[in-house]
């Protein structure tokens, strides 16, 4: 199947792209923005120094292993989803649960709105907006890797009056690892996206994007933390982190010599958006589910890992006011400037 994919550059223009031989005419009026990014197979085990899963679980501490030379410290997973739609908001829905607990939480307004489903042809006759966020399994363990979808969407599909949508969810998980001793990480896994924008007259505007980004830090006994890497997956491998550690040779204390932390597996740019605005028109881009990994070594200590999850959407039909219409063009050339085009 043929995908091609652009950002909106102009407030002025607009390029109709073609999808699977394809493209989806909106009707008059009308506006779409959807945003949809799923992990699946994510696991934090063992590094091996080389690329696929390692099989190896960490040596964690609990009643069943009291010997374990790893801490983890609680486990906070916070998810929220909210969304407008014309002028009326849903409440703010947000869970907190620890290690390995399920949950599954959703936003809507207006009917058509079905989680996970990708907005592939028209929005139908009706207006709505839709957030979701579930998440299930432990990444600790080899028997339950995580599984993560996320989306936001949204669908204009009538006048009245001018008409405004937005949806977002946002989920971010934080724990701690103390370590006895030296000790060569692995995150892995699996990721399928998807952003679609589409408009069906001028005068109008749509949005989506998505974000993951991980981090480690070092919690230090006096002082502020310390920094150790951010990861973001550009889709290249070896450019989708930035560290000081990741560029010094380190001493492995497991066996393996010298070696540098390493990306192993990076599919797909994961901070990705696009923009649509000034006609009729469509964008989308719809990456090969493709898989993540990343190895990193830290010594002894305790450090606090961060993962973040994000997707948001958002349309209007009518004609803005010029400073409203203006800000939004920024917006789409900020995005087209951080986008990199992959052939």
């Known amino acids: 199947m043929n995908k091609t994919r652009t950002i909106g550059a102009s407030l002025t223009a607009i390029i109709a792209m073609t999808y699977g031989g394809l493209a989806h005419a909106i009707p008059k009026p009308g506006a779409v923005g959807d945003a949809y990014l799923e992990l699946s197979k994510f696991y934090i085990l063992a590094g091996d120094h080389k690329?696929?899963?390692?099989?190896?679980?960490?040596d964690i501490k609990s009643p069943l292993n009291p010997a374990g030379a790893i801490t983890l410290g609680p486990v906070n997973t916070t998810?929220?989803?909210?969304?407008?739609?014309?002028?009326v908001s849903t409440p703010l829905n947000k869970v907190l649960v620890g290690l390995g607990a399920p949950f599954s939480i959703s936003s809507s307004l207006g009917s058509g709105y079905v989680p996970y489903v990708r907005l592939t042809g028209n929005p139908g006759p009706a207006d709505w907006i839709g957030a979701s966020t579930s998440s299930s399994g432990d990444g600790l363990a080899l028997a339950s890797p995580v599984n993560v979808p996320v989306e936001s969407q949204v669908a204009l599909a009538h006048y009245g009056s001018d008409a405004g949508s937005s949806a977002y969810q946002n989920l971010q998980s934080n724990f701690s690892f103390t370590l006895a001793a030296g000790q060569l990480f692995e995150l892995s896994f699996d990721a399928d996206g998807y952003l679609r924008t589409a408009l069906g007259q001028d005068g109008i505007v749509a949005n989506a994007k998505y974000n993951w980004t991980a981090s480690v830090d070092r919690i230090n006994k006096t002082g502020p933390v310390t920094h150790m890497m951010t990861w973001n997956p550009d889709g290249e491998v070896g450019s989708g982190y930035s560290s000081s550690l990741c560029h010094t040779t380190?001493?492995?204390?497991?066996?393996?010599?010298k070696f540098d932390c390493n990306e192993y597996a990076d599919a797909f740019l994961m901070n990705d958006g696009l923009g649509t605005n000034g006609g009729p028109g469509e964008s989308i881009t719809d990456p090969t589910k493709g898989s993540f990994e990343m190895e990193l070594y830290l010594a002894a200590g305790t450090y606090n890992f961060t993962i973040q999850h994000n997707t948001h959407a958002d349309a209007a039909i009518g004609v803005p006011e010029p400073t409203t219409l203006a800000l939004l063009g920024i917006g789409m050339l900020g995005m087209g400037a951080k986008r990199r085009r992959k052939i």
């Open 51 to 58: 690329a696929g899963v390692s099989g190896t679980v960490l």
């Open 79 to 87: 998810a929220e989803v909210a969304g407008s739609l014309n002028g």
């Open 250 to 257: 380190k001493t492995d204390p497991l066996g393996g010599g």
